[in-house]
């Protein structure tokens, strides 16, 4: 079964940076797509990056340029660094996965999601 669990999560000033991280276990197809969504109450999902497993990556427009996803396969964990954090950024985000391709950040796409980790931005 795969298995997700986000950690690294808390609190940040604007313009500042951070990286939360996620723990994939079960996770041993060949062809799989991960992701981070995130979600502030009263708004819809949102999401923000997908990885492939052939290391092709997506990112929504609202943080090109600010957020890197990577993944280090010998430690089994996926990483969101997010650098010039703004206040719009404070939400849950969620560690999800797939097998298969990455559709494009849609959430549908997703069928395997961790509990998620807070990050609060302050102004």
């Known amino acids: 079964q795969v298995q997700l669990v986000e950690s690294g999560g808390g609190s940040v000033q604007t313009g500042g940076s951070l990286r939360i991280s996620c723990a994939v276990s079960g996770l041993t197809y060949s062809n799989y797509c991960m992701g981070w969504i995130r979600q502030a109450p009263g708004k819809e999902r949102e999401g923000v990056a997908e990885?492939?497993?052939?290391?092709?990556?997506s990112y929504a427009d609202s943080v090109k340029g600010r957020f890197t996803i990577s993944q280090d396969n010998a430690k089994n964990t996926l990483y969101l660094h997010m650098d010039s954090v703004k206040p719009e950024d404070t939400a849950m985000y969620y560690c999800?996965?797939?097998?298969?391709?990455?559709?494009?950040?849609?959430?549908?796409?997703?069928?395997?999601w961790g509990q998620g980790t807070q990050i609060i931005v302050s102004s």
């Open positions: 999800a996965a797939d097998l298969g391709v990455c559709w494009g950040l849609r959430i549908e796409g997703f069928g395997y």
């Open positions: 990885i492939a497993s052939d290391g092709s990556t």
